[in-house]
């Protein structure tokens, strides 16, 4: 006995619901892995809610700019996720590679604390220190012999050499703290010479 129907009208419908099959499994594919990635870039930077800087003059007599960073309230953030940006004299430069490691047996935040693969950009704006103890400034938080965290109540300096760059009074300084796996920028301070 043979059967009345016709199984020719099978193969479009199946390829059709293969063909739906498939349009939806690579889709949730691209949602999942979109959103996954969206989800590591929206990731908020720390939020440092009160800092202070200051700029002062060497009292060691090189007439070099000290600058002071002071982290007051908000998040604590690891130094190895810093970099400083230091606008000065129409010049650019970053401290990077933090913290600064010992290299040398006088390279402590006393004497040497950075040396040149520390900076980038204009590498003679910043100084890496002065030996012999003739230093009035500290490294702080960046230099690897401290807790190399940069939380309430922690602070860091930087010099700002004079003969690359003879700040006046009423000259600006910005210094940006930025935090690198989010590249948000959670301390931004415009010091003024006097």
Known sequence: MRLLGSSRGVSPVVSNILLVAIVVVLAATVSVVAFGFAQETTQPGPIVG???????????????????????????????????????????????????????????????????????????????????????????????????????????????????CGLDAGDQVVVQVVHTPTNSVPIKKTLTAT
């Open 50 to 164: 009160q800092s202070s800087g200051e700029l002062t003059s060497d009292v060691s007599g090189s007439d070099d700019q000290i600058v002071r960073i002071t982290h007051v309230a908000g998040d604590p953030i690891d130094v190895s996720n810093m970099e400083i940006v230091v606008r000065a004299c129409g010049q650019r430069a970053r401290i990077v590679n933090l913290p600064a490691p010992t290299t040398r047996t006088t390279s402590t935040p006393t004497y040497l604390p950075f040396d040149s693969g520390n900076f980038e950009g204009n590498q003679n704006l910043l100084s890496t220190g002065q030996p012999f103890g003739r230093q009035s400034w500290d490294a702080g938080v960046l230099h690897e012999d401290t807790s190399n965290t940069f939380t309430a109540g922690s602070s860091f300096e930087f010099r700002i050499k004079n003969d690359a």
